[in-house]
């Protein structure tokens, strides 16, 4: 009789010990999706493009644009639309982030982009105090208004 009580200890114990195992497991599973929400190259989603394109951005061009900045849990930091005149910026020469530079190249007048731009084409470990905080992976929907 000793045996089987000793048996059973032994299996309470194991269990215990395979519950806190898979506990950990899944809380480590979670904490890594929610890493996973961080993008790590550039994403592009063209939301509308024109039938007709006449002309499309490229290096150099001074594009005119209407945006709205977010956060990966969608604050809002930034838009351009509550003033009313679009942004303006020449593209490629560096006055913007980087993933505002690659990721309007090619876009017609008219056009919607969704970027996701890492923090390295962003505002990289930095951050942008107080709205933008270091490492953040930034989403801008994007209206391209005029392109010069």
Not at 1 to 12: D, E, G
Not at 78 to 89: A, K, L, W, Y
């Amino acid at each position: 009789q000793s045996y089987a009580i000793k048996i059973c200890v032994l299996a309470r114990k194991m269990f215990r010990k395979l519950f806190t195992f898979f506990l950990v497991l899944l809380s480590l599973s979670s904490l890594a999706m929610a890493a996973n929400k961080e993008v790590q190259s550039l994403q592009i989603g063209v939301k509308y493009k024109p039938e007709n394109c006449e002309r499309v951005s490229k290096r150099g061009d001074t594009i005119h644009v209407h945006y709205t900045g977010k956060l990966i849990d969608g604050t809002v930091f930034d838009s351009s639309i509550p003033r009313g005149n679009p942004f303006s910026f020449k593209l490629g020469a560096g006055q913007v982030i980087q993933g505002w530079d690659q990721g309007l190249l090619n876009a017609c007048v008219g056009e919607k982009r969704k970027l996701k731009i890492p923090a390295s084409l962003g505002y990289g470990a930095r951050g942008s105090p107080p709205k933008i905080p270091g490492g953040a992976t930034l989403i801008f929907e994007v209206e391209v208004k005029d392109i010069q």
